[in-house]
């Protein structure tokens, strides 16, 4: 038990949402972060959708990596990524089916995922399993922490709500307040991940 | 004069390492140097020559340039609220004049206040100078925005453009991007309704302090710009009147872009005292004429060539913001270019593209981005031509 949570595991678990964040320093996965953050919604579930595949295909790959032939060992994490990926959509559809309308393609996408790929490749392929198990949510919560700061930032400023619940007052619409269109266009979401970067630059200066 | 100087001399040293009022060093060094040429000089050994116009000099005269153009604003401004109301023949000029004073003062001291504010904390917090950028930006930021913009849309714009176009590229003369543009870009964005939305925007219907008059009902309040009717569905043509009262100014549009013969004053003492580029001023109107019309010529637009230049944010933007020293290209050359693409580019998105009906703001943007571009091809091809040279 005592080596299940030692000192490495938690920094393998921790690193990734701080120090080596997929978005914020390796600036990975943008591309989904532009497109499904408009609203808070869809951000969170796009969040939690990528840590689960990630965590398990970790595991999968993991496990498999000493029967994997080196040459064709692209085609097989794809092949666990794409089965991971259906299921995960599947799911949504069945559960969430207006989330799932709004993720669009998006969700399928989370096959072209960089973070999926590279941590994979640099980490599932030399570890064991349960620490790519942690590995694979850090790396997913990472991309799900800044998926969510920037959503909230833009559905608040946006749309006034968040959630869907309205949370601007109706007396400041009243005095003349108005939403920001342009928080609602992809462009912004590119802005505030700018934004996210350059303060955690500036807390992390030291780590330079 | 000498008693400023005097003045400024004696609290000088409250704001150096260890005085006082440290804090607010370079809020002294910025006027200081804002009402005196400084006296550094070159280091010695040195064969550099400082010249004693320097950027604050220069952005004088930007100011002095734009002053018939925000004067005859003012006067617009409440000529047109005068009209809204139905009493033309009662206002006086002086009285439409003050209107429009006391409408566009509060947005002046609002844009100077916040982007100021932010360049002073800017500049406090890395022990630098103060950039000048700011003053001609914080004056032209009204000029560009409809007179009913509300105050505190406007700060956050200013706020937006001064940190994300500005600051984070390295302040003044390091920008990619105009900031005055990308404020009204970062207003027309985030909200469209107040700044052309159903055509209510371009005339002030409260009477401020006595002076102008209560605009009744929103029938009234609305006037659309030229441009704005022209982008309507079935427009054949512009009666005569409306391109003569575009050369005096007296249509609605944006404070400070209405009048040609304003703006046409300000030109010359920019093209006089040398600190806008003639070639770039020339090229964009070239660009937008020749592009005016062919689009004329081949009947995708009713709109005369000559029109477009006297139209809208045209001539302001060729005059003003196309010839910002700092996101222009610099190579001679390349200011051909650049100028007559801003022209083609406004037309073009002016008759084109139905959501916008003035193109200019998108047009200088656009070829802000390629100023850099022009440059290199150019300063590559000098360097070809003189490496051939070389090698013969």
Redesign the interface.
Same mark, same amino acid.
């Given at each position: 038990m005592s080596k299940l949570f030692s000192s490495e595991n938690k920094e393998v678990f921790l690193n990734p949402l701080n120090k080596n964040n997929p978005i914020a320093v390796q600036v990975l996965g943008i591309c989904s972060a532009l497109a499904v953050t408009s609203q808070l919604e869809p951000a969170i579930v796009m969040g939690l959708s990528v840590t689960v595949i990630t965590a398990f295909s970790n595991v999968i790959i993991s496990l498999l990596r000493n029967t994997i032939p080196n040459r064709i060992r692209i085609i097989v994490q794809l092949v666990v990524v794409a089965a991971l990926v259906t299921i995960v959509s599947q799911v949504l559809k069945a559960y969430s089916y207006d989330v799932s309308v709004q993720l669009s393609v998006y969700v399928g996408l989370i096959i072209t995922n960089c973070i999926l790929m590279g941590r994979l490749e640099a980490f599932a392929m030399q570890n064991g399993p349960w620490e790519s198990f942690l590995d694979g949510v850090g790396n997913g919560l990472g991309y799900a922490l800044i998926l969510v700061i920037v959503g909230f930032v833009r559905e608040l400023l946006g749309f006034g709500t968040l959630l869907g619940y309205s949370v601007v007052p109706q007396w400041l619409y009243d005095h %003349?307040?108005?939403n920001? %269109? #342009? #928080?609602t #266009?992809p462009a912004m979401s590119l802005?505030i991940v700018g934004c996210v970067i350059?303060a955690h630059r500036s807390i992390n200066k030291e780590e330079k | 004069m000498k008693a400023l100087r005097n003045y400024l001399d004696k609290i000088k040293p409250n704001f150096e390492e260890g005085g006082k009022l440290h804090a607010f060093q370079s809020l002294f060094d910025g006027l200081e140097t804002f009402a005196f040429v400084p006296r550094t000089t070159g280091r010695v050994g040195s064969v550099n020559i400082h010249d004693a116009i320097d950027s604050k000099r220069i952005i004088s005269f930007v100011i002095i340039a734009l002053l018939p153009a925000l004067l005859f604003g003012m006067y617009n401004i409440g000529y047109q609220n005068a009209l809204a109301a139905g009493k033309l023949s009662e206002a006086t000029v002086l009285g439409m004049w003050w209107f429009g004073f006391l409408a566009v003062l509060p947005k002046i001291v609002v844009s100077y206040a916040v982007g100021l504010g932010i360049e002073f904390t800017v500049a406090q917090w890395k022990h630098e100078e103060i950039q000048e950028g700011f003053l001609a930006t914080g004056i032209l930021i009204p000029m560009i925005v409809p007179v009913t913009t509300p105050l505190w849309m406007l700060a956050v714009a200013v706020a937006f453009s001064v940190i994300l176009a500005k600051e984070i590229f390295g302040g003044t003369g390091m920008n990619i991007f105009n900031p005055a543009l990308v404020t009204r870009a970062c207003l027309f964005f985030s909200y469209p309704s107040a700044m052309t939305g159903d055509n209510t925007v371009w005339v002030a219907g409260k009477s401020l302090l006595g002076a102008g008059y209560d605009v009744v009902g929103t029938d009234a309040l609305s006037a659309a710009t030229p441009l704005g009717q022209a982008a309507e569905a079935g427009f054949a043509g512009f009666d005569p009147s409306v391109i003569t009262n575009a050369i005096y100014g007296l249509i609605p549009g944006s404070v400070g872009e209405t009048s040609i013969i304003a703006i046409a004053l300000g030109a010359l003492l920019l093209l006089w005292t040398g600190v806008a580029s003639w070639k770039i001023m020339l090229s964009v109107f070239v660009g937008g004429a020749a592009t005016g019309w062919l689009m004329q010529a081949t009947g995708l637009s009713a709109i005369q060539w000559y029109e477009h230049l006297v139209l809208g944010g045209f001539a302001f933007g060729a005059v003003f913001m196309a010839t910002d020293p700092v996101t222009a290209s610099r190579t001679e050359g390349g200011k051909y270019i650049y100028g007559l693409l801003i022209g083609f580019m406004a037309v073009l998105v002016r008759v084109l593209n139905p959501g916008f009906p003035e193109g200019m703001m998108l047009a200088i943007l656009f070829m802000n981005l390629f100023a850099p571009l022009i440059d290199y091809c150019f300063v590559q091809r000098n360097i070809n031509m003189r490496a051939k040279r070389a090698i013969k």
């Open positions: %003349g307040y108005q920001n %269109g #342009m #928080m #266009m802005i350059w | -």
